[in-house]
């Protein structure tokens, strides 16, 4: 198995930093299937060329051909319990011998059971699920139902977001990756604003008394101009990670409700308990009217997503809105019912509030006064730290960042870059806390050796 170990948004596939490590630390079995992997896929930023292999992922660990174990802070945000949990490896290996496969207009009993599921953790009346194989298609799924409810067909989200690479999905995203190099128009009707991002506000974290909530005055202001708007898409807390200000979903949710909008969700990496609830929004105690969840459904295995509608939305029984081949996968279903069943019974959503809790004072305490670092932000066991040259006028230290990266993927730890300078940390929620100490004391040596 074939797959990036390091994932640096931003970098270059020829940054000098990135052959530096590739000289030093490839090893001799994982040097041929590289070649042999650059030569059949296509090259894309962000995955293809690959910089190392996988032999084997186990738990928090992930192994190199040669033998080279890291500690996977990443994991595509799929692996909240962790790789290869035993007990969802024997329920997909006994539903494989079992039943392997439903054709979509049949149902089965996995199938059913996880909707079902589904329906009872989700708060309020989000009870109707349609199962995609992938985010971005489960987000479509959602813009299509905004359609059909509302009658219309704009939509507002924001710049930075990611909602998938779908061409839709990319439309309403607003990352520079997935858009830049799309020749013609992308979905009309896309309108984007501003994010919140309070570290960069010039009232920085001084709350909704004094700042107003300019960024969710926007939203509306956008809403009320345009009138016909059928959707807001959005990310609870984007994984960079970005946490809104205290008021700001509350006052979109208003907006949306006088304007006549749907307000959709995407929890695809947030959900299932990565923040310390089970889904992000709940931190916001406010409702969607639809929600997306994904990646980690499949338990860091197998590839599942669903679209979660309030009852009222489900007005799409004339016509097509999804027909996945493997909408009713009873594998697949399997492996999500079996994830959230761990997550619960494990207590993985606590853990996930008190170990992110750990983390965030463990990193301001050490962190406080080294003047590289700019913000230190996040929920649960999605946090990060941001890299600058300049603290006081937050000037971006992605080179900088870049150096503190590779410094602790030589220590054993493997996680991502954001935005080119944010060290974005995403452990599994099943973590043991002396890994979670001992990756954080990683981090800070490699942030304090390079301001020094």
């Known amino acids: 198995m074939t797959a990036s170990i390091v994932h640096t948004e931003g970098e270059s596939n020829t940054s000098a ?15 041929p299937l590289l070649q042999r992997d650059s030569d ?8 293809s060329p ?20 890291l500690m996977d802070f990443h994991g595509n945000s799929a692996h909240h319990i962790g790789y ?9 290996k006994k539903q494989l011998d079992d039943l392997s496969f439903a054709p979509r207009r049949f149902t089965n009993e996995p199938a059913v059971a996880l909707a079902e599921k589904l329906a009872e953790i989700a708060p309020g009346d989000l009870c109707k699920t349609l199962f995609t194989t992938g985010g971005s298609d489960a987000n479509e799924v959602a813009l299509k139902i905004a359609r059909a409810a509302t009658g219309r067909f704009k939509t507002v989200s924001f710049w930075d977001a990611f909602h998938g690479a779908g061409f839709g999905a990319a439309s309403v995203g607003g990352e520079s990756t997935f858009r830049s190099h799309i020749a013609g128009p992308l979905l009309p009707g896309s309108e984007h604003v501003a994010p919140f991002a309070c570290y960069r506000c010039p009232y920085n974290h001084a709350g909704p008394e004094v700042c107003g909530l300019a960024c969710a ?11 016909d708007v059928a959707a807001v898409i959005a990310e609870p807390m984007r994984a960079v990670p970005y946490v809104p200000p205290p008021g700001f979903w509350k006052a979109v949710r208003e907006s949306c409700t006088r304007h006549g909008a749907l307000l959709i969700m995407d929890e695809i990496p947030t959900g299932l308990g990565k923040t310390g609830r ?4 709940e931190h916001d105690d406010i409702l969607p009217d639809i929600v997306t969840v994904g990646k980690a459904l499949g338990g860091g295995i197998l590839p599942i997503a669903a679209c979660i509608a309030r009852a009222g939305l ?15 996968n009873p594998v697949t279903a399997r492996a999500a019912l079996t994830t959230i069943e761990i997550i619960e019974e494990e207590g993985l959503v606590g853990r996930s509030a008190e170990l992110g809790d750990y983390a965030m004072d463990y990193l301001q305490t050490r962190l ?24 006081a006028d937050k000037t971006p230290g992605n080179a900088r960042a870049e150096q503190i990266y590779y410094a602790c993927l030589d220590a054993g730890l493997s996680f991502k870059i954001s935005h080119g300078c944010v060290l974005t940390l995403s452990p599994p929620l099943t973590i043991a806390r002396k890994d979670l100490e001992r990756a954080l004391d990683i981090v800070v040596t490699a942030i304090e050796d390079s301001s020094g």
């Open 17 to 31: 930093a990135r052959q530096d490590w590739l000289k030093k630390s490839i090893g001799p079995r994982a040097a």
């Open 40 to 47: 059949v896929f296509l090259h894309q930023s962000l995955s």
């Open 50 to 69: 690959c910089v190392s292999t996988i032999a084997r992922a186990e738990g928090i660990w992930i192994e190199d051909l040669d033998g080279r174990r």
């Open 84 to 92: 290869a949990h035993p007990r969802l490896v024997a329920a997909i």
């Open 217 to 227: 005055k926007m939203v509306d202001y956008v809403l009320e101009r345009e009138g």
């Open 278 to 281: 089970m889904f992000a929004f």
């Open 314 to 328: 489900d007005v799409c029984g004339e016509f097509a809105i999804g027909h996945y081949t493997h909408e009713k």
């Open 368 to 391: 406080s006064g080294v003047s590289v670092v700019g913000d230190i932000r996040g929920r649960g066991l999605m946090f990060g730290v941001e890299i600058v040259e300049d603290r």
